[in-house]
């Protein structure tokens, strides 16, 4: 059995970090500045949008009863989750 | 820096490039990345790191659709993408590392290989793959599957490059996943592999935020004009095309390294 999952998440994740991303460099254009948070803030929610939308795919599973199936995705997305963590400790 | 009036010329190649990607078949990447370094000019981390964005942004449009139809297979994803994440961001480390010379020459090899497995198949009419069934998994299969995607992985973030090249054979031949299927999990893990490792790139600052959304917004009308097209137009011509336009600038790629290594 596969679950279909909302894509909502995956879909807003990546369109919020791009209209924040956007917004970034359009103020650092008009202020003439080169380093900004919020641009950052941005790339960050695009780059964390795959991962969420994987975990509501889980979500998904173990609300239809695919406890095995959904275990699978929580363990990857951990596994992937503690190779972002590692990285940003580095 | 690249200069803001460059801009819709960079948006204008996105539509390019997804049209012509989309119509050989494969993902964006393998040409964002030669037309970053050659075309525009700038740095190779600064390429990788803004083509992996661009990775990300555009395969969430085709992964969403997967996503609603409920075509991503699970065990595939959860036996390949742990790997695969690792590699990417392993991946990242050596280009962060290695200089930038070394990684042009390595991707100029990796084009020319790319590019001549493609003239490879159109020739001999090759690459459709297996029907896959499902019974055919073995713990080898996938101890297998999960070591090829380390190598997938690798080459995705060591090369700003999605991997589906790679990830769906690996599915399709290895796991004996079926053809659509593959390709629908596929496209999540791309998604997955280059946000890993873009990550390492994010950190020092190397993305080019711009170029990536401009190449991205371009990319994705781009690919679906492509994928329309595509029923029309004799894909064995333009997979022939694209794999010349591969082929030149691969040989590029590895001369103007080569010069610079030898200099």
Same mark, same amino acid.
């Given at each position: ?9 995956? =879909? ?5 970090? *791009? ?7 359009? +103020?650092?254009?008009? *202020? ?17 949008? #795959? ?22 995705? $929580? ?10 963590? /590692?990285?940003?400790?580095? | /820096? ?30 964002? +990345? ?10 190779? =981390? ?47 480390? +050596?280009?962060?590392? *290695? ?5 042009? $020459? ?32 073995? #713990? ?5 599957g999960a070591t090829l995607s380390f190598l997938a992985g690798l080459a995705s973030g060591t090369f700003g490059i ?6 769906? #054979? ?9 053809m659509k299927v593959a390709v629908a999990t596929s496209s999540l893990m791309v998604g997955l592999t280059a946000s ?24 994705? #009308? ?19 095309? $694209? ?21």
């Open positions: 059995m596969r679950a279909k999952a909302s894509p909502k998440v995956l =879909r807003i994740g990546v369109a919020l970090g *791009l209209v924040i991303t956007a917004l970034g460099e359009l +103020i650092k254009y008009l *202020l003439g500045i080169n380093e900004l948070r919020i641009t950052s803030l941005g790339l960050y929610i695009i780059v964390a949008s #795959p991962i969420a939308s994987l975990i509501t795919l889980g979500v998904e599973y173990l609300r239809l009863g695919s406890v095995k199936e959904a275990l699978m995705i $929580f363990i990857t997305s951990l596994v992937i989750t503690a190779s972002y963590i /590692m990285v940003l400790i580095h | /820096m690249i200069s803001e009036l460059l801009i819709p010329l960079v948006l204008v190649s996105g539509v390019g490039i997804g049209l012509v990607s989309a119509m050989a078949g494969v993902g964006g990447g393998v040409l964002v +990345i030669p037309f970053l370094i050659l075309g525009l000019g700038i740095d190779v =981390r600064v390429a990788v790191a803004t083509s992996l964005l661009c990775v990300v942004i555009t395969s969430s449009s085709a992964a969403s659709v997967y996503l609603r139809e409920g075509l991503i297979d699970v065990k595939a994803l959860s036996n390949l993408e742990p790997t695969t994440a690792l590699g990417a961001v392993v991946g990242a480390y +050596i280009t962060l590392t *290695l200089p930038p010379h070394m990684i042009k $020459f390595a991707l100029g090899i990796l084009l020319l290989y790319v590019s001549l497995t493609m003239i490879k198949s159109v020739i001999k009419g090759v690459g459709r793959g297996v029907e896959g069934t499902y019974g055919g998994t073995t #713990p080898l299969r996938r101890l297998v999605g991997g589906g090249v790679v990830k769906v #054979p690996i599915m399709n031949l290895v796991l004996r996943v079926p890993a490792g873009e990550l390492p790139y994010l950190i020092h600052g190397l993305p080019n935020p711009l170029l990536a959304l401009a190449l991205a917004l371009g990319i994705v #009308p781009g690919a679906t004009l492509g994928a329309k097209l595509m029923g029309r137009l004799r894909t064995r011509y333009v997979k022939l095309i $694209f794999s010349a336009i591969l082929l030149y600038v691969s040989t590029q790629l590895v001369i103007t390294s080569l010069m610079r290594w030898v200099s």
